[in-house]
């Protein structure tokens, strides 16, 4: 049972256009959002984050999209730049009472090309 | 700020042999993570601990999988006996802790890949 979907294995995008990651999720319950950026042989790096009370967030070059009716974020990255070649994972959020608990989607791994 | 710590970064081991990662997370984080990522599979949670207390381990295999976090600081985690199925990496993380809020940001260390022969 996945309840967080990125359905695009790999998107590649040239430098300086848009980036569009996708992410879909099932479950309700989640009330936090979040998109994480790995490089290889790293741990994740927390990129950015939206809470499902808003609909849009916005940092930088970074921009996390949620449509809550649809259960559906996305993460635009403009301009897209070679040093964001990396696999972007988004991952949810449910407080439990005791505990906060992510859950991840498998990753899109983006690729920058000049 | 020095993040989070982990050691050995990588680990080859026959299958049937044990094996013990070590997490030294962000000083002053509370509540500490392990995750299990296998290769084209996102991080899945194995255990989480609240300082030195467990407050989530549902989706740890037990019969093979331990993990303690003494002091509330450092923790290590064990695999006894390794099968060919546990070759992923394992990455600790930790966070404040702030009595569980979604918001609660996790930031992870670099992990240690185990492969199991």
């Not at chain 1, 741990?43 to 950015?48: E, Q, V």
């Not at chain 1, 993460?75 to 972007?88: E, N, T, W």
């Not at chain 2, 989480?48 to 093979?64: A, E, M, T």
């Amino acid at each position: 049972d996945q309840q967080v979907k990125q359905n695009s294995p790999s998107l590649s995008v040239q430098e300086g256009r848009i980036s569009i990651l996708n992410c879909d999720y099932t479950n309700s319950m989640f009330d936090y959002f979040l998109w994480y950026k790995k490089y290889p042989a790293e741990g994740p790096t927390f990129l950015i984050s939206i809470s499902s009370i808003k609909d849009k967030n916005e940092d930088g070059r970074f921009t996390v999209f949620l449509n809550k009716s649809a259960k559906h974020l996305s993460l635009h990255i403009v301009p897209s730049q070679p040093g964001d070649s990396a696999v972007y994972f988004c991952a949810a959020s449910v407080n439990t009472g005791t505990a906060s608990k992510l859950t991840f989607g498998t990753g899109t791994r983006l690729q920058v090309t000049l | 700020e020095a993040g989070v710590a982990q050691s050995p970064r990588y680990k080859i081991i026959e299958k049937r042999q044990s094996v013990a990662f070590w997490c030294n997370p962000i000083s002053g984080h509370a509540t500490l993570y392990w995750y299990q990522q296998i290769l084209g599979q996102g991080p899945k949670l194995l255990i989480q601990f609240q300082n030195n207390g467990v407050v989530d381990d549902s989706q740890l295999p037990k019969d093979r999988f331990s993990a303690e976090r003494l002091k509330g600081v450092d923790s290590t985690l064990k695999i006894q006996p390794a099968k060919l199925e546990d070759s992923a990496v394992y990455l600790c993380a930790s966070s404040l802790g702030d009595s569980g809020v979604s918001t609660d940001t996790q930031y992870f260390g670099p992990g240690t890949r185990l492969t199991v022969l």
